[in-house]
């Protein structure tokens, strides 16, 4: 592995399971160290920080509900306390609700908006603060989805925090980039992680995906956690403002009838 991030602290968020914790050993077998953030599994966190300090790097656990503004501020002051500074963030926390629209309910819509959008929102302002007052450069690495531009019929909650991802990143490129950071999104297909348990489950939806994908396979977490080392790290430098897609070639798939 290349040495890219020694001397850097990462916080990826939603890191106790699949892409997430992905990313973390990732930066980590690379040097960074990780502020590994969990909702409500302390054991993958613990799992994800035993993997980290496997390769010699520092890493921090801490429980914080990215949709709690107190709890993503907590994140970023945690990262300076115990690991001096912050350099990297990854919001990757995300959860989506299966519903036809007329049956999205308030409470669940609020959940997956408060979780993808909201969450990276003031995360990355908290983020951006103190980088800002210390004259440093940075770098926001969001985990949006092909749902960023493609349809998902049923997801219509989960589709508008990832197309208002898009917004968001593009919109923080232009007002960061004179401060030295960059912000670009990373879109995953379809990856085999916790989310998808129950399309893994289910055979034929399975294997109709699967026919769509052009690379004839679903994504690991390490296919994504490759392209977001690449652009955490400094030969993305000149980067910014753009969502770079690991699918498999699902969005681009064209088949005569
Ligand atoms: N797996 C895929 O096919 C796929 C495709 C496109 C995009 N994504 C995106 O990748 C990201 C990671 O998903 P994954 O596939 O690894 O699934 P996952 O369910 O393993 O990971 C989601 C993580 O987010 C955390 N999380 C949920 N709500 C949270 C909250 N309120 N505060 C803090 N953390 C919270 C979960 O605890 C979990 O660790 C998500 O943003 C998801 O939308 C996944």
């Given at each position: 592995m290349p040495d890219r991030f020694t001397g850097k602290v990462a916080i990826v968020t939603?890191?106790?399971?699949g892409i997430g914790q992905s990313i973390a050993i990732r930066l980590a077998s690379e040097g960074a160290a990780v502020v590994i953030d969990y909702h409500s599994h302390p054991e993958g966190a613990n799992e994800t920080k035993a993997k980290v300090e496997a390769f010699g790097s520092k890493a921090i656990t801490v429980q914080a509900d990215v949709s709690s503004l107190a709890d993503t501020q907590n994140l970023v002051d945690q990262a300076y306390i115990q690991?001096?500074?912050?350099?990297i963030l990854v919001n990757n926390a995300g959860v989506e609700k299966n519903a036809p629209f007329l049956e999205v309910t308030e409470k669940d819509y609020d959940m997956v908006l408060d979780t993808n959008l909201k969450g990276a929102f003031f995360l990355t302002q908290a983020f951006v603060k103190r980088l800002v007052a210390l004259q440093k450069p940075g770098r926001v690495i969001n985990i949006s989805s092909v749902h960023e531009d493609m349809v998902f019929p049923n997801f219509a909650s989960y589709c508008a925090a990832k197309g208002g991802m898009r917004m968001l990143m593009r919109d923080l490129a232009m007002e960061l980039g004179p401060v030295g950071i960059t912000v670009n999104n990373v879109a995953p297909g379809?990856?085999?992680?916790?989310?998808?348990t129950a399309l893994l489950a289910d055979k034929p939806k399975l294997n109709a995906l699967l026919n769509n994908i052009p690379l004839g396979r679903l994504g690991s977490t390490d296919d994504v956690s490759a392209l977001v080392a690449f652009l955490a790290s400094?030969?993305?430098?000149?980067?910014?403002?753009s969502t770079y897609v690991v699918d498999g070639g699902l969005m681009r798939n064209y088949k005569e009838q």
């Open positions: 939603g890191s106790s399971s690991l001096g500074g912050c350099d379809a990856i085999n992680t916790p989310i998808n400094d030969e993305a430098g000149y980067i910014t403002g």
